[in-house]
């Protein structure tokens, strides 16, 4: 997998990630609306950030960013979500998919770092370690 490809798979992986967090924003329920409304929208308004300075540095790079939906949900690993989930269930599939990524961000530094490229693979650990602290709180709340 060459740099520009992983870089994209990311920027696919976050555009549909972006419309999933949204989309639990507008459909949570129950007792916990009002924190993970408010937790759903911190985390889509991040996921966008990611989106623009993952296809800049791809842009740095010399490389050109996937820019369509139609791209997207071709190179995603990731799954749209379709089904009305329990707000745990939702938290839970976002758990899942941030550690998806987590995992192809490591595979990513390592293609970063054969191409000398410490700046992409910096980011990548950046947004590793950006993830991985939010896993460690949304797992936390789920054990409540």
Known sequence: MTLEQVLNQQIANWNVLYTKLHRY????????F???H?????LYEEAAA???ELAE??????GSPISTLKEYIQYATIEES????????????VVNDFSQIVAELQVGM????????????????????KLNKHNWMLKSFLNA
């Open 50 to 52: 990611v989106i623009d």
């Open 25 to 32: 924003h507008w459909y949570v329920k129950g007792p916990q």
């Open 38 to 42: 408010a937790k759903f929208e911190e």
């Open 82 to 93: 379709t089904e009305m989930l329990t707000a745990e269930g939702m938290v839970q599939a």
């Open 110 to 129: 390592e293609v970063a770092k054969q191409n000398n490229d410490e700046v992409t693979s910096d980011m990548f650990l950046e947004l590793i370690a």
């Open 34 to 36: 009002f924190t993970l």
């Open 57 to 62: 540095q791809l842009l740095v790079i010399g």
